[in-house]
């Protein structure tokens, strides 16, 4: 297997631009994911986000993790368990609208410390969709713009941790799926490992790097780019030793953004000038991911393929 693509950023303003965009171009054809090193966040700023995040799990949320697996008995279990995840978690609405300020136990230096990383991660991702655009020869705006819907996207944190469990070959930290959404910014843990990515049918893991960002495809970059990227399974194997930290920003279509297969990519393709990939609308698709999120993603495409036959028949507002 050859190795996880790491993506120097700091070589994007050089002599080394070209071969930079190259390497981003194929981990994004071949891979779905990619780690960045260089991307402008600082270290120092870094490890506050760190330390804050884990601090907050230590005294918020530990005990609480802890009186759960015991009330469903999940340390003694003898099957492999398919309906539950060893992970501790909340979540960070930053777009449209912030609800830090309404998610309880959270100090006030760490509310201040998470707007500020959001806005930090937001302005990564519209410059990764930027050079997206660059590699797919879209106009430089083209999936921001996809992705705005009426009120401009849909951006929110998944903070997890996931303590050490006793048994991971029967609870998966997180089981295996696709993300449903646009372009996904993750800070994960560099001491604990356990993200994999599944690749030519082999499950390869993402390594711990200090520092970096990990970023993944999701489904809508598929459909907007009709499969020229793809978004990838992956899933979280819980250690036996050691909490692995993950900070997971999800950079969305708005809920009512129209998301359709750009059509210069489909002008390109002259000999499959049909459209492989739906049009529908963002929130319709997440109703439906909402029950099958850790189910295969074709047929997910193929029910809302349904949904866009109808498409032309609604009727349009006003």
């Known amino acids: ?27 994004c054809e071949n891979w779905g994911f990619f780690e960045l090193v260089n991307h ?17 799990y230590r005294k918020c949320m530990e005990q609480r993790f802890k009186e759960l697996v015991a009330s469903k008995a999940l340390e ?28 309880p136990d959270l100090t006030d230096e760490y509310r201040v410390v998470m707007k500020e990383f959001a806005k930090k991660i937001e302005k990564l991702a519209e410059d990764l969709l930027d050079l997206l655009c660059e590699n797919l020869g879209l106009e430089k705006g083209y ?23 006793p048994k991971p070959e029967l609870v998966k ?3 295996a799926h ?44 598929e459909v907007i780019t009709n499969g020229k990227y793809k978004s990838v399974e992956h899933r ?33 393709e002259a000999e499959e000038t049909y459209q492989v990939y739906p049009k529908f609308v963002f929130e319709d698709y997440m109703k439906l991911y ?3 999120k850790f189910q295969a993603k074709a047929p997910r495409f193929e029910a809302m393929k349904a949904v866009d036959s109808n498409f032309s028949l609604a009727p349009k507002a006003a």
């Open 178 to 221: 696709t993300d449903a959404g646009g372009i996904i910014l993750l800070f994960q843990d560099d001491k604990v490992s356990g993200l994999q990515l599944l690749k030519d049918r082999q499950w390869v893991d993402v390594p711990p790097m200090r520092h970096s960002i990990v970023v993944n495809l999701g489904d809508q970059l």
């Open 40 to 56: 402008g966040i600082s270290h120092e700023f870094m490890d506050t986000v760190e330390r804050l995040t884990k601090e907050h």
């Open 173 to 175: 930290g997180l089981r």
């Open 236 to 268: 979280v194997i819980a250690q036996t030793n050691g909490t692995r930290m993950s900070i997971a920003s999800f950079y969305n279509p708005g809920s009512d953004a129209v998301i359709y297969p750009a059509p210069a990519l489909l002008e390109k």
């Open 143 to 165: 999936l921001k713009k996809a992705f705005h819907g009426s009120k401009g996207p849909t951006f929110g944190t998944k903070v997890a941790n996931y303590p050490p469990c």
């Open 76 to 103: 003694g279990v003898q099957a492999e368990v398919k309906d539950m995840d060893w992970e501790s978690t909340f979540f960070l609405r930053h777009l449209p609208k912030s609800n830090i300020s309404e998610i």
């Open 1 to 27: 297997m050859e190795n996880f693509p790491v993506i120097n950023l700091e070589k994007l303003n050089g002599d080394e631009r070209n071969a930079t965009m190259e390497q981003i171009k194929d981990a």
């Open 290 to 292: 909402a029950g099958l």
